[in-house]
């Protein structure tokens, strides 16, 4: 097999595509030789293969800078076309089976090595400088007085325009002389990505770690990823992630805008709350950064609980949660009393359980009864939240298990029409997808610019992603495929191009609906309700609200 000189941009590409061809070839049967012989791990003695398996893990980083480059290549040439979609992530996701992350953090690299290179940041203008007081006016003062006023003020206007146009042209110096540096610095580390080895991981959390640094930092970003790259190979990943957080900490101390002056802004902008989604046991951890400002006001707002039995009005209560316990509480209390103040008619305060009538007749401590926010619920968790029964019941059609449509000749959907499809789908309706209804928008399956009525059997539910993939028109164009409802069953789906029939959503978080359940339930046991219960937020005084009235958006 022949190679070719890997630094080179301008490859013969039909010898490239001939040596990718080959070389995945020989790794395809090195590595299915090598999986037979460790079959003999009886027989095989450690020291006999060990380094060979250190220069195999080292030759495994070559792929970080393969997968950033197939990437780029995949966003560059609209790769998600192929799976209907206009974001190469859902290529990578759905052909490649990488997770959302994996594929985000390829493509992140294919950015910083491939992308466009850094453009000169020259920054805001500089703070104005503060205009002297004018002295006093004397009627008295004579002619010649006012034309030397006047020609020390036209001197002093052009004085001002010099200094302002040579402060200009050094603002743009130094944002030209800093793009410099970070586009070396970025040549620098394609060429050692490219020639070198490091594995994703590593270079997953320099890139993490990177994001801390402030706009105008000094060192800069490709400047930073630089060094940590060299340092990669003598640091161990804990060493390296200790040296970048130090570095990182001086960059920013050292962070001066163009204009000389310092980013006040530079804090704000690294706010951050994240949250998990659920563990096996339904708890959901969070972590986020709050600049001094938001800090303070959260410490002021959490402060109360610092005192046992802080949210108890009873005398002599003994109160035996934990500081750390308390606390939770009173955040949820924080968001409840939001939920019920800010947004009292909205619908959202409300939190929708699916439900069928049967689970809602044989309820036990340990019911998990699906919402709208993705978490499981218990009887008990309802009662916490201040449900009582079921404020809105959904009537089911007991042939298809639809929900029963009830027209509107408005654009906007319903509370009930969302609940409606909640206790028909639940997530997303685009296939695969477990994106939670909440975070979901209600999508015309005909637009409403193509006079699409907002009537249930027209409405479905689309997270942002796959809303935005959305053809429209459903004309196939560019081959992106539409959300379309089946004649037969009624129920919502996708229609791909070149592809019988439609795809529906089968997930582990779809057949939480209760159109799955009732679909699937015992034939012996007929039944067409299904319950979505509209449990709100308590207020305050404990007592529930009263249902919400306005509607979410629909498009």
Not at 234 to 259: E, G, I, Y
Not at 379 to 398: E, K, N, Q, T, Y
Not at 516 to 539: I, M, N, R, T, V
Request: hydrophobic share 35%; glycine share 6%.
């Amino acid at each position: 097999m022949t190679g070719y000189n890997p630094t080179s941009r301008t490859q013969d590409p039909h010898s490239a595509n001939a040596i990718i061809r080959d070389s995945i070839e020989h790794i395809r049967i090195g590595l299915i030789n090598l999986q037979a012989a460790m079959h003999s791990v009886d027989t095989l003695k450690f020291h006999d293969i060990y380094l060979q398996f250190e220069e195999l893990e080292e030759l495994f980083g070559k792929k970080t800078f393969i997968d950033a480059a197939f990437a780029f290549l995949a966003e560059r040439d609209d790769a998600g076309r192929m799976v209907s979609s206009s974001h190469a992530t859902e290529y990578l996701i759905k052909h490649l089976g990488l997770s959302y992350g994996t594929a985000m953090d390829r493509l992140r690299n294919a950015q910083t090595i491939f992308g466009e290179d850094v453009k000169p940041d020259p920054g805001p203008e500089p703070t104005p400088r503060q205009d002297p007081e004018e002295p006093a006016v004397d009627e008295a003062v004579d002619e010649a007085a006012d034309n030397a006023a006047d020609e020390a003020a036209r001197e002093q206007a052009e004085q001002a325009a010099c200094e302002e146009r040579e402060e200009r042209e050094a603002r743009q110096r130094e944002a030209d002389e800093r793009a410099e540096r970070e586009n070396d610095a970025k040549a620098r580390n394609r060429e050692k990505i490219g020639t070198g080895s490091i594995p994703a991981d590593v270079l997953s959390m320099i890139d993490y770690e990177l994001k801390q640094l402030d706009r105008y930092a000094q060192p800069g970003t490709h400047e930073l990823r630089a060094i940590a790259i060299d340092k990669a190979k003598k640091l161990s990943k804990t060493q390296l992630k200790n040296w970048l957080r130090s570095a990182v900490r001086k960059a920013n101390a050292n962070a001066v805008m163009p204009n000389g002056e310092k980013d006040h802004t530079a804090l704000t902008k690294k706010r951050e709350f994240i949250i998990s989604k659920p563990d096996a046991e339904g708890m959901v951890s969070f972590r986020g950064k709050l600049d001094p400002t938001s800090a303070a006001i959260l410490m002021k707002a959490m402060s109360p609980a610092a005192r046992p039995g802080f949210d108890k009005e009873e005398t002599g209560f003994q109160d035996n949660r934990s500081l750390t316990q308390r606390r939770a509480d009173q955040l949820t209390q924080l968001c409840s009393n939001f939920m019920t103040s800010r947004h009292p008619d909205s619908g959202l305060s409300s939190i929708v359980v699916s439900a069928t009538r049967q689970e809602l007749e044989n309820l036990s401590p340990n019911t998990l009864l699906p919402t709208d926010t993705g978490i499981f619920l218990t009887p008990l968790d309802l009662v916490r939240l201040g449900a009582a029964g079921s404020d809105f019941l959904c009537i089911m059609d007991d042939t298809d298990f639809q929900p029963l449509a009830f027209g509107r000749s408005k654009r906007t959907a319903t509370l009930a029409q969302k609940i409606a499809l909640i206790a028909s789908e639940m997530v997303c309706s685009h296939d695969g997808c477990e994106t939670a209804a909440m975070n979901c928008d209600v999508h015309h399956i005909v637009a409403w610019s193509f006079q699409g009525v907002t009537d249930l059997k027209n409405l479905t539910l689309r997270c942002r992603r796959h809303h935005g993939d959305n053809n429209d028109a459903q004309d196939f164009r560019r081959n992106m495929a539409h959300a379309a409802r089946c004649p037969d069953t009624g129920r919502a789906g996708t229609q791909y191009p070149r592809t019988d029939g439609l795809k529906f959503n089968d997930s582990t978080a779809a057949q939480q609906s209760a159109h799955h359940k009732l679909k699937h339930q015992d034939p012996a046991e007929p039944e067409h309700l299904a319950s979505s219960a509209h449990a709100e937020s308590p207020p305050p005084g404990g007592a529930p609200g009263g249902p919400p009235g306005s509607s979410p958006p629909a498009s």
